[in-house]
């Protein structure tokens, strides 16, 4: 299963997050904002939502009271569930259409009283399920007239013999359900959550107590390795031989993923990891670093940022094998608080690195930050901003988690400084002599539209707190819109319905920041029907009157106002529109068809921007 969504209520700050959508594609979701906006009680309860209640959790339910604690999470039921329910109820097609059909479930955990709920499908879900139909079969008679003998009363089976979840036989429409039910619950994936992550390779451990560290299994893990094997080879060259080939695995990997330079001498900067077997008693494997001056140091006499992140590369190369190598019912979620946070800015990076090839694998991470490095992508220098989540906390309605575009619009939102780090991740430092923060910014295509946009707001005395801001190039559209989040400016666009550039810039958006989803897309988005050129809002009449009044031949009269300037004049005549109406706008007189348009954006804009009329 895919998680496609949650919701939760009464968690700590959280008074109630609403439902918080996760990409359908993309498998990294960030939870950026302030300290203490909440951004860990989100990862808790989600925590929670998998895996019970933790200690902390139960202590501080209990400091609250009797509230109730709700965490739904929704999930997309992929091929490979299906593929789960279809080896097991083979006999049951109804199950697997049904489950088909339905595509998504949903899933409640609550806490309440001190007690723990446990997980159940959402309420309603199978209510639409169909009623079994039962094949008759023959009976006794039939079978002698076969020649066959009728079944004995030994050979039948007996009442407390159990049927297999895929039988017909005597298993009624509720039973299936229930049996549905607690398989559907099997699957839901594996939450992994680190908080507090500490679980680092030791410098040396007993053989003994190999299976008792964590570190130590996802080494082993990820370098198909049994320590314990290795110590307990005794041929001197067969164990070099082994354990060479296990230090150059793990050295390559390492070197891999961490990309800081620890010397200036070119072909001489990376780590090698050595192992040792102290053979002494008791037995003991130990692990050391060795750098550019072949002094081989203990893992605790490196670095403590070292450390973490060579123990938590190797957590999430070693979940990416368990991904790989399970059975397919099993999928991973991985909940992280602040990673890498002690780190410098290189080794923050190689974080992000890390977290982007494991995603890539099938893992969905969700992972809390206010940290730019984490943000920003290592590879493009671009930001992802559909992974973006703002967490901030609104003393009346508690912690809300919005994306970025919810927040920019969102009345209820927190303080504007929940967008610092993206910010930053930009390479911002002001904009305040681009933009506004006063204005209401609508993005349009290019300088004509913001010529006759502005003239249009003029001549009808429309709210001067409009600003048409010019885009310039279609393919300038997602990094000037990226500009205005990254500074918390309230904005909407307005683009034509021209097939090559208005339709390119409106899918740039909804992809880039709108989540592929034209519902989301359209409340900040507005594509002006019909009209392949912002000349085509007036009408053919209006356009020839007050705009291009050159004497035209009888082949440009049957173009549109957009074809008709297409090769030349287009910002002239544009720029000469604004002109006239800046002079005096009571010379422009537009008739029905031109005002008609002009009200559909303005009266949009007014709508969106919540403007009082």
């Given at each position: 299963m895919r998680l496609y969504s949650f919701q939760i209520r009464n968690f700590k700050s959280i008074i109630d997050t609403k439902e918080c959508k996760i990409s359908e594609t993309d498998n990294i979701v960030i939870l950026a904002g302030q300290n203490e906006s909440g951004k860990t009680s989100v990862l808790e309860a989600l925590d929670f939502f998998?895996?019970?209640?933790?200690?902390?959790?139960?202590?501080?339910?209990?400091?609250?009271?009797?509230?109730?604690?709700?965490?739904?999470?929704?999930?997309?039921i992929e091929p490979s569930d299906i593929e789960y329910f279809e080896s097991k109820y083979e006999n049951h097609s109804d199950v697997i259409n049904f489950l088909k059909q339905k595509k998504q479930v949903l899933f409640t955990r609550q806490y309440k009283d001190g007690e723990d709920k446990d997980i159940n499908v959402n309420e309603g879900f199978f209510d639409d399920f169909p009623e079994i139909e039962y094949e008759e079969e023959d009976d006794d008679s039939s079978a002698e007239e076969e020649g066959e003998e009728p079944a004995t009363e030994q050979e039948a089976p007996s009442e407390t013999q159990s049927e297999p979840a895929g039988s017909n036989t005597d298993q009624g429409r509720d039973e299936l359900i229930s049996e549905a039910?607690?398989?559907?619950?099997?699957?839901?994936p594996t939450f992994s959550f680190y908080n507090s992550f500490n679980d680092l390779l030791p410098s040396e451990i007993p053989v003994s107590e190999l299976e008792s560290s964590k570190a130590v299994q996802d080494f082993?893990?990820?370098?198909?390795?049994?320590?314990?094997?290795l110590a307990e080879i005794n041929d001197t060259r067969e164990r070099m031989i082994k354990k060479n080939e296990i230090q150059d695995k793990a050295t390559d990997d390492f070197n891999e993923s961490w990309n800081q330079t620890i010397s200036t001498v070119a072909g001489n900067e990376k780590y090698s990891f050595l192992i040792e077997i102290n053979d002494g008693e008791p037995k003991k494997i130990i692990f050391m670093i060795e750098?550019?001056?072949?002094?081989?140091?203990?893992?605790?006499?490196?670095?403590?940022?070292?450390?973490?992140?060579?123990?938590?590369?190797?957590?999430?190369?070693?979940?990416?094998?368990?991904?790989?190598?399970?059975?397919?019912?099993?999928?991973?979620?991985?909940?992280?608080?602040?990673?890498?946070?002690?780190?410098?800015?290189?080794a923050q990076k190689d974080v992000k690195k890390i977290l982007n090839e494991t995603a890539g694998k099938g893992i969905q991470i969700i992972y809390s930050t206010h940290n730019p490095n984490l943000i920003a992508d290592i590879n493009t220098n671009e930001i992802e901003f559909t992974r973006i989540r703002i967490v901030s906390n609104d003393k009346r309605l508690g912690t809300r988690v919005f994306n970025l575009p919810q927040y920019i619009a969102s009345k209820d939102r927190g303080s504007i400084d929940a967008l610092s780090p993206i910010r930053t991740a930009m390479g911002l430092n002001s904009a305040g002599s681009i933009f506004d923060k006063d204005k209401l910014n609508v993005v349009v295509e290019g300088i004509t539209d913001n010529y006759y946009l502005t003239a249009l707001r003029m001549n009808y005395n429309y709210d001067n707190r409009i600003h048409f801001i010019p885009v310039c190039g279609v393919d300038n559209v997602k990094s000037l819109v990226g500009l205005l989040i990254g500074w918390g400016m309230n904005y909407k666009a307005v683009f034509d319905d021209d097939p090559k550039q208005g339709r390119k810039a409106?899918?740039?958006?909804?992809?880039?920041?709108?989540?592929?989803?034209?519902?989301?897309?359209?409340?900040?988005?507005?594509?002006?029907?019909?009209?392949?050129?912002?000349?085509?809002?007036?009408?053919?009449?209006?356009?020839?009157?007050?705009?291009?009044?050159?004497?035209?031949t009888t082949t440009e009269k049957a173009k549109s106002n957009s074809e008709l300037v297409k090769k030349s004049k287009k910002e002239l005549v544009a720029r000469q529109f604004?002109?006239?109406v800046r002079k005096d706008s009571s010379k422009i007189l537009l008739d029905g068809t031109s005002k008609k348009k002009v009200e559909e954006i303005f009266t949009w804009l007014y709508e969106k921007f919540t403007i009082k009329q």
């Open positions: 998998a895996n019970g209640p933790s200690d902390r959790l139960e202590k501080f339910q209990k400091r609250t009271g009797t509230i109730e604690l709700e965490v739904k999470c929704h999930f997309i039910k607690k398989t559907l619950t099997e699957i839901i082993e893990k990820v370098f198909d390795v049994c320590l314990k094997e750098g550019e001056d072949e002094i081989p140091l203990y893992l605790e006499q490196k670095s403590m940022g070292f450390r973490w992140f060579s123990a938590f590369h190797l957590r999430l190369r070693a979940l990416m094998k368990q991904s790989e190598d399970n059975n397919f019912k099993e999928d991973i979620v991985i909940l992280i608080d602040e990673p890498g946070q002690h780190l410098h800015d290189v409106y899918n740039e958006l909804k992809t880039h920041y709108f989540e592929n989803d034209d519902v989301l897309a359209h409340e900040n988005i507005l594509k002006l029907k019909d009209c392949h050129g912002i000349e085509d809002i007036f009408s053919k009449t209006d356009f020839r009157k007050y705009i291009y009044t050159n004497e035209l604004l002109e006239t």
